[in-house]
């Protein structure tokens, strides 16, 4: 007998179902928080690259569930599908975090352990998802409906839960925690790979309550026989015998015909699916290019709180929370009130439409956002800036083009880009000071930034060329740089990062830095002249050159922004994640709800699994433009939003011709559908004694 927690009619074992969810989906969507930004800054990869294998990672967990229920429902039955494949699941997250300790290996293996971490980890979380509420609803007996229903309801809650708490922790354990001298991408998949073996742990103990059921044969598999049957039946048969009113019927030889009804019913809500991969194309974004943008975004909230960028992705979470229960008990009503006929379809539409909406949101933004974006310089061309401490107003001469054609003052003209012809081969530069040229020869390649540093020497002005990066810092913070004309080498250390410049106008490489503010960064000298230096507010993904100089025999910096700082603040993202989450609202649960009311009882799993594939060519969409498209940024988004609004107006256009059903009413309609066929047969045996023919 099934134990039952005190007083209720619930059954104990849903107790280690719903943590086991909670655990399972706090690993997957923790990991998965901080996933672009570990290709993207520990593995070094671009940002279309990162999106594609981000994508790529996101449909293979989605294409995975058909696996799993073939498993479940043909071999293995759930509890074992579940346990097998978590240990699968367990052993990808151990893997992917082995894959983000620096000291295992060279890149290579990074990646490698990357790769096979991730295609482990999609095999558990896909094999697993279509198990794990399934058997929790095989839990409870059949006479209690209701318990069941507001157990899938706490279901639903844990991996919001899960799924929240996740987003908000994981990004801490990534920057807040340092180790091997950065990030700690190490921590931040470890901890995921640690509650899914509590999952695991959890699931296990539950195994004496359990009650099992058998596997049943999968209906997914009986399905595609059927289908196949059909059509190779039709193809053989079709020349010889009288036609059939549907191209399934073709399998009536075989199959019984409630079954060939089933799938007729099945099979208009799956044309339906067709175009719904463009929703999740966008939708799936969140966590891939939403959060890249948010890397060149201000994520201060005033002097004490800092969000990070990865954590953004919590507000989807945290508004489904509040949303589904306003649109339930308070939109819905009044759209009610008002006489107007909101079908389950309209709403879907509606929520395409709510995430175009998002789109042009994201794309607003970032054509903000990339104002503060150095460009790169257009083939065979390059940018060059040039710092003057030649303590004297300097001019500059390049052979074949005339970028500074006012003269440079001596550190007062802040530097910035400009963009000459990069030829590859030695130029000689003339430079001149107070009447007095001098030569520099320098090799300037295209597509890259330079700075050239002028500084006097007995008789002229000598020139370092210094090669430049313009790319902001993936992770948001700034990158920082200092440039010595001291006759003597100093070591400063910048918050927990160490500097150490050679003496004689060199410049240290770019090294990042926590955003914050230096009133009084470390500083030594063998004079001792540099003790303390102010460095200011070094912002987001700012990048700066301090020029270290010496003024009433003290050290003094001259900071100088290269790269500007992200100046739109990340609060100009919350409008595109309510308008998205407003889409999610309308066009998911909505869907689902759909999808279920419209199909018989037994093929409520063909459905989700059509559902899940929807997700997965969705995702697919993503991978092909990210790599394929080579659009600017805000172009990509308003391509996409574009692009659902098309298929929005395909899909009203479908939705305008669907009929709703009632899959109750099956047996009514095959009995009618008998009536008819006898009827059918009186009249054609009447027709032939009267020598007509019933064909036109």
């Not at 099934?2 to 923790?30: A, D, H, M, Q």
């Not at 309801?153 to 807040?176: C, E, K």
């Not at 006097?456 to 990066?469: H, L, M, S, Y």
């Not at 066009?587 to 009311?597: A, D, N, P």
Request: charged share 20%; glycine share 8%.
């Amino acid at each position: 007998m099934t134990k039952k927690l005190c007083g209720t009619n619930y059954p104990v074992s849903i107790c280690f179902i719903v943590v086991n969810e909670f655990c399972e989906r706090f690993s997957f969507y923790g990991m998965k928080a901080v996933l672009t930004l570990y290709f993207l800054t520990y593995l070094h990869w671009d940002k279309d690259l990162s999106t594609a294998i981000y994508h790529a990672f996101s449909s293979l967990c989605y294409f995975t569930p058909i696996m799993g229920a073939l498993i479940a429902d043909s071999w293995l039955g759930k509890f074992k599908t579940i346990i097998y494949l978590s240990i699968v699941y367990v052993l990808g997250h151990v893997v992917k975090s082995v894959g983000a300790i620096p000291t295992v290996g060279n890149s290579n293996m990074h990646i490698g352990l990357s790769m096979a971490g991730l295609i482990l980890i999609a095999i558990g979380t896909g094999g697993i998802k279509p198990c794990v509420a399934a058997f929790g609803g095989d839990q409870f007996d059949e006479e209690h409906v209701s318990e069941r229903q507001k157990f899938f309801s706490i279901f639903y809650m844990s991996i919001n839960a899960g799924s929240l708490l996740s987003t908000v922790i994981t990004p801490i354990l990534r920057s807040d925690v340092q180790c091997f001298g950065g990030d700690c991408y190490a921590l931040a998949f470890g901890v995921p790979a640690a509650l899914m073996l509590v999952a695991l742990v959890v699931f296990i103990a539950g195994s004496v309550l359990y009650k099992r059921n058998p596997p049943q044969g999968n209906i997914l598999l009986e399905v595609c026989n059927c289908i196949g049957f059909a059509i190779k039946n039709r193809w053989k048969r079709s020349k010889y015998d009288s036609p059939r009113k549907h191209w399934l019927d073709w399998a009536e030889e075989k199959y019984t015909k409630r079954l060939i009804q089933e799938i007729k019913m099945v099979l208009r809500v799956l044309v339906l699916y067709i175009p719904l991969p463009m929703f999740w194309a966008l939708f799936d974004q969140q966590g891939s290019r939403w959060t890249i943008q948010a890397t060149r975004m201000n994520l201060a909230f005033g002097d004490s709180f800092v969000i990070k960028p990865d954590q953004m992705q919590m507000l989807n979470a945290l508004l489904i929370l509040v949303f589904v229960p306003i649109f339930d008990l308070i939109i819905y009503p009044l759209v009610g009130l008002c006489k107007i006929n909101v079908t389950p379809l309209r709403k879907m539409a509606a929520g395409m439409i709510f995430a175009a909406l998002a789109f042009g949101a994201a794309t607003l933004v970032e054509v903000n956002v990339v104002k503060t974006v150095v460009d790169p310089a257009p083939r065979g061309n390059c940018l060059l800036q040039v710092f003057n401490l030649a303590e004297g107003n300097v001019s500059l001469e390049i052979p074949g083009s005339n970028p500074f054609p006012e003269p440079i003052q001596y550190l007062k003209d802040t530097p910035k880009y400009v963009k000459f012809p990069a030829s590859g081969e030695d130029l000689k530069i003339q430079v001149t000071l107070s009447g007095k040229t001098s030569e520099c020869n320098y090799t300037f390649v295209e597509e890259e930034a330079y700075s050239l540093i002028l500084h006097p020497v007995a008789g002229g002005v000598q020139c370092e060329r210094v090669v430049d990066c313009i790319t902001k810092n993936q992770d948001g913070n700034p990158l920082l740089r200092f440039l010595n004309t001291q006759p003597e080498a100093v070591d400063l250390t910048v918050g927990e990062v160490t500097f150490q410049v050679a003496s004689g106008y060199s410049m240290s490489p770019n090294k990042t830095v926590e955003r914050g503010e230096y009133p009084d960064v470390s500083c030594s000298s063998h004079s001792g002249r540099c003790s303390s230096l102010d460095l200011g507010l070094l912002d987001f993904g700012a990048a700066y050159t301090v020029i270290l100089t010496e003024e009433s025999g003290e050290i003094k910096v001259n900071k100088v922004e290269d790269v500007k700082a992200n100046n739109v603040h990340i609060a100009w993202q919350i409008p595109q994640y309510v308008l998205i989450t407003i889409g999610e609202v309308m066009f998911s649960i909505t869907g689902l709800e759909f999808s279920y009311s419209q199909a018989p009882a037994n093929m409520k799993s063909v459905l989700q699994a059509g559902w899940l594939l929807t997700v997965a060519f969705g995702n697919v969409i993503v991978l092909i433009v990210a790599e394929g498209a080579g659009l600017e940024q805000w172009k990509e988004f308003l391509l996409f939003a574009g692009l659902l609004l098309g298929v929005c107006i395909i899909f009203s256009i479908m939705a305008h011709f669907y009929t709703y059903v009632d899959p109750s009413q099956l047996d009514k309609y095959l009995e009618e559908d008998d009536d008819d066929k006898v009827k059918n047969k009186t009249s054609d045996m009447r027709l032939h004694k009267t020598g007509k023919s019933t064909r036109l």
